[in-house]
């Protein structure tokens, strides 16, 4: 096995392995109904028993956001989980950032000739991002390959805060919103600063007064916390595991309906008073001008690597619930979703 970092032609910079919030509520609330039912687990009836055989020398992994962000974290634990188990020799990842997941996006769509070998990692996002106009393309300029995980959203200061509760940042907060702003991982308008708006709202803060400051990724986000740019960061559960098992942070509250196994001591926002419950699913796309061959093969890779006893750990090590869909399922749950954020745009008035 062979995993490779640059001297691939055509390929730049690889590794080895974003005035609306209050509107967004509604939003969020839909994703929400969608993803958090008594299961996330959905079967695959799309993939061939057998994957038509093609040439695949390598595999792309074209990451939106910066390392160490969810993004980042999902296609560089999937490579690494497809050359353990063998079912690749090589990969690639290129972190291709800006936009906030756009630029990776647009580069997919207007370069289809080095994208062949490609597989994009997205999540909801890829929806909001187009339903508001913030980019004009989305999920149906590529081609959807499998939605492989769910995640669900916390809440974190560092190791040294003396904010110990959510209901310590709310009161922090109500005392000076302007002393006390909070970071998220991504854009304005997106999961992170919506996740912000939630909590807010469930602490009856005036929601216009808020500070929310966005970062360009996860990684991102835990540098400016470290810095004190932030009292507190808003950022996928996998994007903060590592510091805090590292005892650099703490965990005031997670989005989840009850405590995730791998973090027994972490309290859920529902625990502590606040309705906010909700989480955000991550899968690949590709190219739109791949071959069919080429399409069957990347859904068989991921539904056999979805079966293996490595992917479970995984998913388990990273704190993540399964959602795997492809195929028929996959396309009909992301037209549902987007059908009914749309509604709930137009209903708010957001063009």
């Known amino acids: 096995m062979k995993v490779c970092s640059q001297g691939h ?41 057998e994957a038509k055989q093609t040439n695949i020398q390598y595999i792309h992994f074209l990451i939106p956001g910066s390392q160490g962000g969810g993004w980042d974290t999902t296609a560089r634990e999937t490579g690494k989980a497809l050359l353990s188990t063998g079912l690749v020799e090589r ?10 997941g756009g630029r990776a996006l647009i580069d ?12 994009m990692v997205q999540s909801t996002p890829l929806l909001l991002r187009h339903l508001t106009g913030v980019i004009d393309l989305g999920y149906r300029d590529i081609i959807p390959i499998s939605i492989l995980i769910a995640e669900y959203q916390a809440l974190v200061v560092p190791i040294d805060s003396q904010l110990n509760s959510v209901d310590d940042l709310i009161r922090a907060i109500t005392i000076s919103p302007v002393r006390n702003p909070i970071l998220g991982g991504s854009s304005l308008g997106s ?12 602490g009856n ?46 965990i005031l509250g997670v989005t989840s309906e009850h405590r995730l196994t791998n973090f027994p001591n972490v309290p859920t926002f529902k625990e502590q008073g606040f309705d906010v419950k909700f989480a955000n699913w991550r899968g690949f796309f590709a190219s739109s001008t791949i071959s069919a061959d080429r399409v069957y093969y990347f859904r ?32 009909l749950f992301l037209f549902e979703q987007e059908k009914m954020l749309n509604q709930a745009l137009t209903n708010l008035g957001i063009e």
């Open 205 to 250: 803060l005036p929601i216009a007064k808020l500070r929310y400051v966005p970062t360009d990724g996860g990684g991102d986000a835990m540098l400016q916390l470290s810095r004190g740019v932030g009292v507190a960061l808003v950022s996928g559960i996998g994007e903060v595991m590592e510091a805090y098992r590292n005892k650099e942070i703490k």
């Open 191 to 202: 999961l992170d600063h919506v996740t912000f708006a939630l909590i807010a709202q469930a």
């Open 91 to 100: 990969v690639y990842f290129e972190n291709f950032i800006g936009a906030g």
């Open 9 to 49: 032609p055509g390929i730049s910079s690889f590794y080895i392995l974003n005035t609306f919030i209050s509107q967004y509520l509604l939003v969020i609330t839909v994703i929400s109904l969608l993803l958090t039912g008594s299961h996330l687990s959905y079967a695959n009836t799309d993939v061939q028993s």
């Open 108 to 119: 997919l769509v207007n370069h289809p000739k080095k994208h062949a070998n490609t597989l």
């Open 300 to 331: 068989n890779l991921l539904y056999e690597l979805n079966q293996t006893t490595l992917w479970t750990k995984t998913r388990d090590d990273q704190a993540w619930q399964e959602l795997f869909l492809q195929g028929d399922k996959m396309r």
